[in-house]
């Protein structure tokens, strides 16, 4: 049973060293994860009308479009064994080690010991709400119209103070794109690829700027975390309704847009798009570092200077995160291998073992492999 599993994986490997990686959304993950850190890093200065319109500006849409790709990815993630393994792997057992880690930093930084694991800590609610819709990518899949469904519990789940615990707040919040992407299909992406497609893209985003810059000290950032309910922000249910359609809908757009300009050729960051997991987890260490010692939020860093230079570094964070040196180092905590922990698979009948597999059936068999493998 043992070497049964083993075949299989390698039959995964050499289907993804004979099919070459689709760098296009390695590119938009990369490119992400790098908006992720400089939100992140924003944070002190948000009273600067600079800092907090850039922060309006990259948390409409970047958490939304990073559900979406990951639903588009988690569209055949029951048809594998070794991905329905990393349920544990890269989400429950990261997710714990991340919890005590950043329970330890918040002591040597003085704070008082706090460690809930059923909250999750920051940036690690991520882990949970992603456990939480891949489990529940089969009820999706099976539905007529999963997008209606979605949407209808995006808007209805603002009446309710629903919990931090496990991510709860965000599951539903999230939901729609999370769903929108088990959706989509290749055609999808070919079809933002049209020229007009990406001329409207850039007057989206620059259109978007301009609203964030002029909305930044207007409006309270609340909606745009995704997780509070209506009677939290001051709303009564239908401007609440109307606010989350309108974050919906400024979000889609913006979403598209990016994903219309993102480079479909290999670049010199695909490769590093390819571990954004050990940029997303690893990265609180040393913002959290950097606030707690004042490091980002220097006077002169409350304004345009300093929100360039609070971008350019975090930028540079992420790069470094992302590198195959860093993977090297963190792989054992991020994406343990614990193949002792699950069951073997069931022996085929002899007769599947016996007879050689006919060619279509191979050829389909290597292109689910190889799907697979790129995600």
């Known amino acids: 049973?043992?070497?049964?599993?083993?075949?299989?994986?390698?039959?995964?490997?050499?289907?993804?060293?004979?099919?070459?990686?689709?760098?296009?959304?390695?590119?938009?993950?990369?490119?992400?994860?790098?908006?992720?850190?400089?939100?992140?890093?924003?944070?002190?200065?948000?009273?600067?009308?600079?800092?907090?319109?850039?922060?309006?500006?990259?948390?409409?849409?970047?958490?939304?479009?990073?559900?979406?790709?990951?639903?588009?990815?988690?569209?055949?993630?029951?048809?594998?064994?070794?991905?329905?393994?990393?349920?544990?792997?890269?989400?429950?057992?990261?997710?714990?080690?991340?919890?005590?880690g950043y329970a330890l930093l918040r002591v040597a930084l003085g704070e008082k010991w706090s460690l809930t694991i059923m909250d999750p800590a920051w940036l690690n609610w991520y882990l949970l709400a992603l456990l939480l819709w891949r489990l529940s990518t089969p009820v999706w899949k099976r539905m007529r119209h999963p997008l209606l469904f979605a949407l209808a519990v995006y808007l209805l789940s603002g009446l309710a103070d629903l919990s931090g615990d496990f991510s709860i707040d965000r599951f539903f919040t999230l939901m729609p794109f999370f769903v929108l992407g088990l959706c989509l299909q290749p055609s999808h992406f070919e079809w933002l690829n049209q020229l007009w497609v990406k001329i409207a893209a850039v007057f989206v985003l620059i259109g978007a700027a301009g609203v964030a810059i002029y909305l930044a000290p207007r409006v309270k950032l609340g909606p745009i975390y995704y997780k509070n309910d209506y009677a939290t922000l001051g709303l009564t249910w239908w401007e609440g309704m109307a606010q989350r359609m309108a974050l919906l809908v400024a979000a889609l757009l913006m979403s598209a847009a990016v994903l219309a300009l993102i480079p479909r050729r290999r670049t010199w960051f695909s490769d590093l798009g390819t571990r954004t997991l050990y940029a997303y987890l690893l990265h609180g260490v040393p913002v959290m570092i950097a606030k707690k010692m004042g490091w980002l939020s220097f006077p002169w860093m409350f304004g345009p200077l300093g929100v360039l230079t609070i971008s350019v570094s975090g930028f540079v964070l992420a790069v470094i995160l992302c590198l195959p040196q860093t993977r090297a180092v963190f792989k054992y905590l991020i994406e343990p291998r614990l193949t002792w922990l699950y069951r073997k698979p069931s022996r085929p009948a002899a007769s599947q073992e016996q007879q050689p597999q006919q060619p279509a059936v191979a050829a389909a068999s290597g292109q689910g492999q190889a799907q697979e493998a790129r995600r």
Do not use: Q
């Open 1 to 100: 049973a043992a070497e049964r599993e083993r075949l299989e994986e390698e039959r995964e490997a050499a289907a993804k060293a004979r099919r070459r990686r689709d760098p296009y959304l390695d590119n938009a993950k990369f490119f992400l994860i790098s908006l992720v850190v400089i939100g992140h890093s924003l944070v002190p200065t948000l009273s600067a009308h600079s800092s907090r319109s850039l922060y309006l500006y990259i948390y409409v849409f970047h958490m939304p479009l990073f559900v979406i790709i990951s639903g588009y990815l988690s569209r055949n993630f029951w048809n594998s064994n070794a991905k329905t393994n990393k349920l544990v792997d890269t989400f429950l057992v990261p997710y714990v080690i991340v919890e005590v």
